[in-house]
């Protein structure tokens, strides 16, 4: 077992009394939680801002979650990228101090945040589905109209998200991109209700994985 003592050090991404809990998980996942925490408090949200909100669901998820399943750890996973890269685009800053205007993200971030989109999209509907399929495959469960109706909601996000990529993808240092903070804005509400659909399938996926193989 680990010893408590090196791992007190003070994170808002730590719940006070919580820290504890590192003693009972193996070393390479405390090192790469401590990892991903150290990379979060690089990046700045406002405390009101979208990608606060959705860290701070994504803690409680992967408090509730972690460690269930590897299919639920890859998908929590990715989330976690997407956000982190979320949060950077929305640390909008003004020009001057006291202009409303605001500076806009380098174009090489807004890319890097809309590959990662993509890259969360396509890893819900293919390799993440593929995952679950195996281990239902493994366990005999076959799925049914709550899980179905769940996972056709977050299918309802997809396109809207697809747009907010297509139009900023390829965006240059000269494009001006004068709606790209209110787009943003929305795609993070999108986002914000992708993932509360998708932590009610992660439910009832993990409930699904506890059913014994041949049960």
Known sequence: MLAVQP???????????????????????????????????????????????????????QEQWGGSSEVIDHWLETRQALIVEYCKLGSLQPVHSHSNVVELPAAKNISSFCDHLVDY??????????????????????TNDEIDTTYAKIVLTTDPLLEFNDKYVQVSEDDELPKFEEDLSKAGEILELRFEVEDKLIQLIADSLAIPPGA
């Open 7 to 61: 791992f007190y050090w003070q994170s808002k991404f730590i719940p006070a009394g919580k820290i504890e809990i590192l003693n009972l998980v193996p070393r390479e996942m405390i090192s790469r939680y401590l990892f991903v925490i150290a990379k979060l408090e690089t990046v700045y949200c406002s405390p009101d801002h979208e990608g606060m909100v959705m860290l701070n669901k994504f803690k409680q998820v």
């Open 121 to 142: 999209i396509s890893e819900g509907h293919f390799k993440i589905y593929e995952m679950v399929m195996d281990k239902w495959k493994a366990t005999g469960f076959k």
